[in-house]
């Protein structure tokens, strides 16, 4: 009996002591947990912004990754969002849609615009402000012009005139028909084409506005008295035109489209169309022996301005 007692007293005393050792721990556990859950809170927002950024990611062997991976630039212009722990998660979402409509202004590209090896075709436009430097008569250079004024930049203007004195010289008539024409010039003669031949066959023959190489002020139509001074097939089978296709090279000056290439430049023979890139392109384009659209596009100079 005095075992038992004594037994009893003994565990008495470990059920009120254990208080006092419990206390301690508990004082300094609770506000450890209180501020955990604390930080976790003020954490969340960021943390979900990360996991929808991540989810929305496209990875980098995918096209849409290749893709994403040439927007670097954009991307670190994109401003990051700002959270605080009063944000729910349907707050922290909007702010994310928000920021993926919103982007800071891009900087100027560069201008390429004037660069005689500019690409411009059906895929590489011409902004309608774009006007070209140094535009200047090209009658006033020594070539004639049939119609009212015509104009190019001087350094094509230049060449030109010396190109129509040697054809001169050689008892061949070239005379300008068209050279320079603005964006909304453009848009007229491709309207007027349009409600004669439809729009498909306008196209063939005509660039929509933009998409000609007359608006560069490097580009030139020639006639001559034996077409009639019109703009025509026929031209191609003149002694001026045979003429062209040897010298003009010489001068800086190529042929735009070539007769059955047709499906490479996107328009039909324009035996009467030559664009000035200059001498020495000119001749590289000549010793290459390919079209004018293949040289360019291996230039790879893309409309910019």
């Not at 290749?66 to 927007?71: E, G, H, I, L």
């Not at 090209?138 to 010396?162: D, I, S």
């Not at 068209?178 to 848009?187: E, I, V, W």
């Amino acid at each position: 009996m005095g075992n038992r007692g004594e037994k009893a007293r003994t565990n008495l005393l470990r059920w009120t002591r254990r208080p006092r050792r419990t206390w301690p721990f508990l004082v300094f556990i609770v506000p450890v947990l209180i501020l955990g859950y604390t930080l976790y809170d003020a954490a969340r927002p960021v943390a979900l912004g990360s996991l929808i950024e991540a989810r929305e990611r496209p990875s980098a062997g995918s096209v849409a990754g290749y893709y994403s991976s040439a927007k670097t630039a954009e991307a670190a212009r994109t401003p990051s969002v700002e959270t605080s722990t009063g944000l729910s998660d349907i707050e922290v979402r909007r702010k994310l849609d928000i920021l993926a409509r919103t982007r800071l202004p891009s900087p100027p590209p560069s201008d390429t615009c004037d660069d005689l090896m500019v690409l411009v075709d059906r895929e590489h436009h011409l902004p309608p402000g774009y006007e070209p430097p140094n535009l200047v008569s090209v009658e006033a250079h020594g070539a004639p012009v049939y119609g009212g004024e015509m104009m190019l930049r001087r350094g094509a203007a230049e060449q030109l005139g010396r190109m129509a004195r040697a054809a001169s010289a050689a008892g061949e008539e070239i005379m300008v028909s068209s050279a320079y024409r603005s964006y909304a010039h453009q848009g007229v003669v491709f309207t007027r084409l349009v409600s004669i031949y439809g729009e498909e066959q306008a196209r063939w023959t005509s660039a929509p506005p933009g998409q000609s190489q007359h608006q560069l002020g490097t580009a030139v139509d020639f006639t001559n008295s034996a077409v009639g001074y019109k703009i025509h097939k026929a031209f191609g089978h003149t002694t001026a035109s045979a003429w062209l296709m040897e010298h003009a090279p010489e001068y800086g000056f190529a042929l735009s489209y070539p007769n059955y290439k047709e499906a490479e430049t996107g328009y039909r023979w324009e035996p009467w169309h030559y664009r000035y890139i200059g001498v020495e392109n000119a001749r590289s384009l000549e010793e290459d022996g390919i079209t004018l659209q293949e040289f360019l596009t291996r230039e790879g100079v893309e409309p910019r301005c």
